[in-house]
């Protein structure tokens, strides 16, 4: 079995990487990524060579429909995952076309491949799949009470959710015109290993080893629930084996937290490995919120309980633990990706606020 995984080289995707080639000795595994400022080849540096031997990277643009062609003529996969996207919140409203191009049109254009390789004479080839990674925020905003369901109206309120909906849409449109077997994900807030440094948890850590200011958007009562990204690949790797085609998987941790929550814990977690008097509260500082900033995000995930087994297993201040553990022994790591454009982005997006 080989299988196409699109933004491989970014934060879930890599992590994903690790967890298949580790879950089953005989897949074959292909990554194409466009190695943008979030894909990262370092990210693949504890492959034992083994693994390597199952896995093969092609940097390229979902939307360069001729290289996905190839690759599906030299490798026959049987599957497609794709975490290809555009993810932040932030750049989506400073630049909101790079948004469109990558996340509508570049998932379109993965469809469009795999319908015509898949389907020959008016049947779909037995045991062919495509697995939609989205993400909760396409539904918008919640109140204090209630979760979402994959029943919930979508609701995007930024350019990057917008983006993510309509891409889920035209996924559902292939499935409801031509009976393609889709699948697609929505879940929560991740960290973990491997995240870049423009989301919340990796930006606290790095900011506050740095004796840095913590930006924290408005009031930080904003409410997200976190999962770790070992728990979302178990996840995806259920629904990529069993779930229903045409079928919406909402996946959550079931760990709503306010985001100065957050920051105040990793403060206390920081200092406390590091025995550094100076990470402490007094780095906070609260800044203007951004457009759009939705209040609360809170998922149900009964359906994919129910129905394929699955339940979050890492326990929030563990995994936070290890996180943070991880962050301190990789400061090569990154040093590296902090350079350059991510220094200049950040920059822009903090200045002034």
Not at 32 to 53: I, M, Q
Not at 76 to 85: D, E, I, L, P, Y
Not at 131 to 142: I, R
């Amino acid at each position: 079995m080989t299988i196409l995984i699109t933004g491989a080289a970014g934060f879930i995707g890599s992590n994903f990487v690790y967890h298949m080639l580790r879950a089953h000795s005989d897949l074959r595994l292909v990554a194409l990524d466009k190695l943008t400022y979030a894909g990262n080849l370092d990210n693949f540096s504890a492959l034992t060579d083994s693994e390597r031997a199952r896995f093969r990277v092609a940097k390229g643009d979902i939307n360069d429909r001729p290289l996905v062609e190839r690759l599906f003529g030299e490798e026959n996969f049987t599957a497609v995952v794709n975490f290809a996207a555009e993810t932040h919140v932030d750049r989506s409203i400073h630049e909101p076309e790079i948004f469109l191009t990558t996340n509508i049109l570049g998932t379109h254009g993965l469809l469009r491949v795999c319908k015509d390789r898949w389907l020959a004479h008016g049947t779909w080839e037995e045991g062919r799949r495509f697995v939609q990674v989205s993400t909760d925020e396409v539904y918008g905003s919640l109140g204090p009470e209630g979760f979402f369901s994959e029943t919930t109206p979508l609701d995007p309120h930024s350019p990057y959710s917008a983006s993510k909906a309509a891409a889920d849409m035209m996924v559902k449109a292939y499935h409801d015109t031509y009976g393609m077997p889709v699948l697609t994900t929505r879940c929560s807030n991740n960290y973990g290993p491997y995240q870049f440094p423009e989301k919340l948890i990796p930006l606290m850590i790095i900011n506050a080893l740095a004796h840095r200011e913590l930006p924290v958007y408005g009031d930080g009562r904003q409410v997200r629930d976190w999962i770790h990204v070992d728990d979302h690949c178990r996840a995806i790797e259920m629904v990529l084996s069993g779930g229903t085609p045409g079928s919406v998987y909402n996946i959550g941790g079931g760990n709503e937290r306010e985001n100065v929550f957050i920051v105040g814990k990793l403060i206390d977690i920081l200092s406390g490995m590091t025995g550094d008097a100076a990470i402490c509260a007094d780095l906070i500082r609260n800044v203007e919120d951004r457009p759009g900033h939705d209040r609360r995000y809170a998922i149900d995930a009964g359906k994919i309980e129910s129905e394929l087994g699955w339940k979050p297993e890492v326990r929030f201040e563990e995994g936070l633990e290890r996180t943070i553990r991880w962050y301190l022994d990789n400061r090569a790591w990154t040093e590296k990706v902090i350079s350059g454009e991510y220094t200049e982005f950040y920059e822009k997006n903090y200045k002034n606020r």
